[in-house]
């Protein structure tokens, strides 16, 4: 990008973007606007104006980074050591996750700029885009109402992340002109309904154009760029969020309006939202399907494995194996997306090469471990064949038990467990299989893959596999990481999405259906036979609640590690139950099998709502502009 670009992108957003919403951008305060020469050199000739497409892109949070993505560490599913005294990029996620963000410098800020990105700002360069491409004269046609398209989806989805994190939020679609008077800059957050419904609207503009492509066939220069496939997923989640109880007929939020009296929640339920959301979902299925994207399953031709390891791949490589047939958006953010994320993730796991940037410090909680179903796919409070009174227990290991190592001795919560448990997680006696041999995880205080200094170890003695690319190679002083686009919307989670929205319709055999599917490539037999034979609860599905209960559980084992459970636990309003829960791990600073496979109190979060449902808008904000209102508890 040239310098006279990036200097008109930076100064058309500091007067629009700053002024507008009242964020301060640190940083850019001396930058002088020379706005008309700048952008007549945007977009003079093709490649300018594709590079300002490409900067409309450069806006995408790197969701693929543990401590970026909002979804990874500042909630439950991976906990690491504390105090924190190497090895992270940022400590904002571990600070939100330990209860301490703030109203005035919030923790991962996107509102304002976090990891240098805006996305107010971010939309204020996507409408500058579209208010100027139209100059380009050597474009063809077809080439710019593609780029006109991705454009409008990167404004919607940039509104979308805002929303998520925000609830109610200014809407803007277009600039203010810069000589606009003060007045008109300072906006008033948006009701609920109407946010999303603008973003719906984009998006259906998006796809309605035909402009993008169903799929990207040019893979070596195009892959993570936008498709029509994108916009209607995009379009789907957005909607079932929109249908779910934290913003359907939530009356916690009845008091939140703006100063001049606009109510931004509707406290009443509408069934017609998981009407729309179902309805939604449908659309964007049948698009994946008629441009090929399918559930994966692990091509046995790449190499020959036994059962039990070819569901573990179906299972590890729908997330891990780059541009797989399961993916219908894959972030590319970053040089190397998912780089810090498994070395995050990995632990030691050769006794005879100690590799310094395998950290293994995401380390899931003992609730996570427990929230996977037994082998017979049911929850292991229901299965009547499961010795959960005896899960604490230790057992030693036989051959007959795949995922862990023979002849070593673990608890009972680590036996007979479904195989998303084993492909998902490992631990101390467990096996770590990998492309180039099966390793062994001993993480005791004395043992190769345990604590061994300040860092560098999982507080729980849990570790996060199914994040970890199956092609990683290391040994004392190389490593080798395959990076993978990060999988911001997959076939599987659209099928939950579907299955969720069919329920709270009405539609439970089409739910169970979809549910079955995921079940199916993880190596479980169906809801209805799995609770009719194996739980004390064998009506459960039958019920809207009782299936309602089945598809959060569901969701929760097939996404888990994808950041999704820190957002699904908001909408379902969950959230002060599920993140209220004991941090538990494993007493990893013992040696022996004893000693070890102890419980040990590591944190008691508290999620207190309503606050904690969105982010505070930081002060300065609102004392810039006062029609900004803050969010409850802030």
Partial sequence: MSVRVMKARVAMALLCVSVMLGSCMKGFLDIVPDNVPTLDHAFATRLEAEKYLFTCYAYLPKEGHPDINPGFNSGDEAWTYWPMQQDFIALDPYYIARGVQNKANPYMNYWDGYDQKSLWQGIRVCNIFLENIDRVLELQPYEKARWKAEAKFLKAYFHWYLFRMYGPIPIVDKNLAIDAPPEAMKVYRQPVDSVVNYIVKVLDEVAAEDALPSKITSVSTELGRITKVTALAIKARALVTLASPLFNGNNDFTGMKNNNGQVLFNPQYDDQKWVRAAEACKAAIDAAASNGVKLYYFNSAILQVDHFTQVELNIRNAVGEKWNSELIWGNTAGATPTYWLQTYACPQLDPNNFNINLKAKLAPPMKIAEMFYTKNGVPITEDKTWNHAGRFQLRTATSLDSGIQEGYKTVGL????????????????????????????????????????????????????????????????????????????????????????????GNRPEALRYLNLIRERAGLKSVESSWTTYSSNPSKFTTKEGLRAIIQQERHIEMAFEGSRFWDVRRWKTAPLELSKAIYGWDIQQSTYEDYNRRVLLYSPQFIAPRDYFWPIAEANLQVNPNLVQNPGW
């Fill in 414 to 505: 680590h036996f007979e467990r479904e195989p998303r448990f084993y492909a998902d997680l490992a631990f101390d006696g467990s096996t770590w299989f990998m492309r180039n041999g099966t390793f062994n995880v001993q993480s005791k205080m004395d043992q190769y893959s345990g604590k061994k200094q300040s860092r560098i170890y999982s507080i729980t003695g849990y570790y996060t596999k199914k994040i970890v690319n199956w092609n990683l190679v290391f040994d004392k002083t190389n490593l080798t990481v395959e990076s993978y686009p990060w999988p911001v919307m997959r076939l599987g989670d659209l099928y939950l999405l579907y299955a969720e929205a069919l329920n709270e319709t």
